[in-house]
């Protein structure tokens, strides 16, 4: 059975960094993409950032030149680094992987449990 786990979060001052992962693990056989998406409080779910399974990356705006996503594909795993934090990044975090094939299913969307980041000011 397929399983998506993250870790890291939690709180953490504003200016500063914290380092989420997240891995896939059972019987994969493939992965198109892997990201982090968020939801604040009242808002919706947003894409944070993604990878694609050749390297190639997405950033929202909000977030460009202070997140980096990273992947190691080997293991199914995905970083987001976070760095100068503002307390307006303050979200629930999620794990996302793309089109998923594994055993005994495929996903097309599969996700992880999701973990409070609070950025304190």
């Known amino acids: 059975q397929v399983q998506v786990v993250e870790s890291g979060g939690g709180l953490v001052q504003a200016g500063g960094p914290l380092r989420r992962s997240c891995a896939a693990s059972?019987?994969?056989?493939?992965?198109?993409?892997m990201g982090w998406y968020r939801q604040a409080p009242g808002k919706q779910r947003e894409l944070v950032a993604s990878i694609t399974s050749g390297g190639s990356t997405n950033y929202a705006d909000s977030v460009k030149g202070r997140f980096t996503i990273s992947t190691v594909n080997a293991k199914n795993t995905v970083y987001l680094q976070m760095n100068s934090l503002k307390p307006e990044d303050t979200a629930v975090y999620y794990c996302?992987?793309?089109?998923?094939?594994?055993?005994?299913?495929?996903?097309?969307?599969?996700w992880g449990q999701g973990t409070l980041v609070t950025v304190s000011s």
């Open positions: 059972g019987t994969i056989f493939s992965i198109s993409a």
């Open positions: 996302n992987i793309k089109n998923l094939r594994g055993s005994p299913f495929d996903f097309l969307d599969a």
